[in-house]
């Protein structure tokens, strides 16, 4: 090799809030030190006591040919600058390649963050007559292609396990959301990380706004961290808080009591809500439905979902049509808004109140679609 090798940057330099597949578009901008113009000029006797002068322009061009690929894959395309391609579904560093005629090469990385696609599950509760297994079994059958699940560990019954039970039972597609009640020490939570082989989502305690004080709450995430920080499995894990959109709205607590560590941190790496169709005269507009979240998390900054979506059929609702567009209305307001997952409880509710929508095709229909196949 010999000269210099090409200078190269990229416009832009990093691309950052884009979907998977969303075209995405990026120039080099190359230099090359060996293309450059010099001018010789030579005077001199031509004989016969005349002289010549010689003015001479020479341009010394250097090709440089601009490939580029995926890192870690093969090239897909050369000499196309700007090049415009689909975003891919996770995030990934493009890689440009500039070669020029001498044999030197340059390599510069275009990383591509991606927003993920919102996971779409459900949250089976059984009556005390039921079979929790046959309940969510039953379920993971009736919405196929489930993404995600939440799992309960009801007080005095510790955390469901890793490798068993409703969790081992759950599809490979589905990322678990793991609740639990009581007070674990890093041994038990070490213990059940052990049996982990998928990732998961994890909640010391859900839903804390009455139940205990905000130092307990708070001592819960921080055994939790010191668990996965000292274990193997401990990357699968992910922390979640999950408050009520009832607490927000209709009480006196501060979401950031709960969702902060005393120093105004984060307390976890996602934040999440319970969210309940608290009017009966109409299903509400998603933006005016979904503000108090949006403020949060905008001034929080950590990702965020809605791990239980629930309504009840309105009475001037009578075939539920009405309750269908309201459903597909909050999983469009929800994917556009940056939302991670969201879930439909699948259960009973306080006075008597049914949120299943196995019976009811409209809803069914609406909370399927949005399901991938």
């Known amino acids: ?32 030190a060996d293309n450059r113009t010099e001018q010789l000029v030579t005077d001199g006797p031509a004989g016969g006591g005349t002289t010549v002068h010689v003015d001479t322009t020479m341009t010394f061009v250097d090709q440089d040919i601009v490939h580029w690929r995926w890192q870690g894959d093969v090239l897909f395309a050369t000499g196309i600058n700007p090049i415009t391609v689909p975003a891919p579904a996770t995030d990934r560093i493009l890689e440009c390649l500039v070669s020029d005629g001498q044999g030197n090469e340059t ?132 922390s979640c808080t999950i408050l009520t959109r009832y607490a927000e709205v209709h009480k006196s607590y501060n979401w950031r009591d709960w969702a902060c560590a005393a120093d105004g941190t984060p307390l976890a790496d996602m934040m999440s809500w319970d969210c309940y169709l608290d009017v009966a005269d109409k299903y509400t507009d998603p933006a005016t439905f979904f503000a108090p979240l949006l403020a949060a998390e905008k001034e929080l900054g950590t990702p965020w979902g809605v791990s239980e979506l629930g309504a009840v059929r309105l009475a001037s609702d009578p075939n539920g049509a009405g309750r269908a567009a309201w459903i597909a209305d909050c999983l469009a307001f929800l994917d556009e808004a940056g939302c991670r997952f969201v879930a439909w409880w699948c259960g009973p509710g306080s006075s008597g109140k049914d949120f299943h929508l196995d019976q009811d095709a409209p809803e069914l229909g609406a909370w399927r679609a949005a399901i991938p196949a």
């Not at 200078?7 to 080099?28: F, H, M, Y």
């Not at 890793?162 to 041994?187: C, E, R």
């Not at 668990?227 to 894990?237: C, E, F, I, K, M």
Request: charged share 10%.
């Open 1 to 32: 090799m010999s000269g210099f090798p090409p200078v190269v940057q990229l416009s832009p330099a990093t691309v950052t809030g884009v979907r998977a597949g969303d075209p995405i578009t990026v120039l080099a901008i190359v230099a090359d």
């Open 107 to 238: 390599i510069v990385q275009c990383p591509v963050s991606v927003i993920p696609a919102m996971l779409v599950g459900v949250d089976p509760a059984a009556l005390s007559t039921e079979n929790l297994g046959v309940v969510y079994a039953a379920h993971q059958k009736l919405y196929t292609g489930l993404q995600y699940m939440r799992v309960f560990g009801s007080p005095t019954h510790g955390i469901p396990p890793a490798n068993g039970g409703l969790i081992a039972a759950m599809p490979a597609s589905v990322t678990p959301h793991v609740s639990y009640k009581d007070v674990l020490s890093t041994a038990q939570l070490s213990t059940w990380m052990t049996g982990l082989t998928r990732r998961a989502i994890v909640t010391p305690h859900h839903e804390p706004e009455g139940d205990l004080t905000v130092d307990l709450y708070r001592a819960g995430f921080s055994i939790l961290d010191a668990a996965r920080a000292a274990h193997p499995n401990g990357h699968l894990v992910t």
